[in-house]
Structures are given as C-alpha cells and as structure tokens.
C-alpha cells in the first residue's frame, strides 16, 4: 500500500508541477495582464490542487483536511484572480488588442 501512495505522490507532483509551470509560462506569454490571470488562474489552480493531493498521500495529513484545503482553494483561486482583474481595469490598465470592452459603458454610464 506504501508504495501505491508514494507512486500517486510522484505521480501527482509531476502532474502538479507542469500545471503551475504552465500557468506561470501562460501569465508570462500572453499579452496584457487580463489574458495573463485567465491562464494563470485555470491552470495554476489545478497545478495547487494536484500538489495538495500529493501532499496528502505522501504526508501524515489527514484525508478529511486535505479535502478542505482543496475546495478552499478551488473557490478562492477565480475570486482572487476576478478581484486583481477588476482592480486591474478600475485603474486603467490597458487592453492589448481589445475587439470588444463590455465594461466601456457601464465605466462611462456610472461616472
């Protein structure tokens, strides 16, 4: 049984690690900071989730806190990345080839 979970950790490490390399490679690759937290924020996300579960299987962690530690971080990673998007367009951080600003307007309409 040892050695299935050590083989899940390893396994789960690598998954996780390419993940968050993506991510971290998508915020640097794309254009303007909005692309940038879409990739980080879906990819990265998932990369933190699949260490958590290497860190349950390999660690003395408890199943029942790993699974807390994990929904947190699946509801907190869009809110976090749609909070640094919205202060981002609230200072004026410009859109690189932007085709459409939905937001235009109702920036317009409130002030």
Known sequence: MENILTFI?????????FFSLTGVLGYIRFPD???????????SV??????MVAAISWTPLSFGKGLVLISLLLISGPVIS???ASAAYRIKVPLK???RDDLNHVENDNT
């Open 33 to 43: 900071v909005y692309t940038g937290l879409h990739a980080s924020a879906k990819v």
């Open 82 to 84: 749609h909070a640094l």
């Open 9 to 17: 950790a390893i396994l789960a490490v690598c998954i996780g690690t």
């Open 46 to 51: 998932f990369g933190a989730v699949f260490l």
């Open 97 to 99: 080839q932007a085709v």
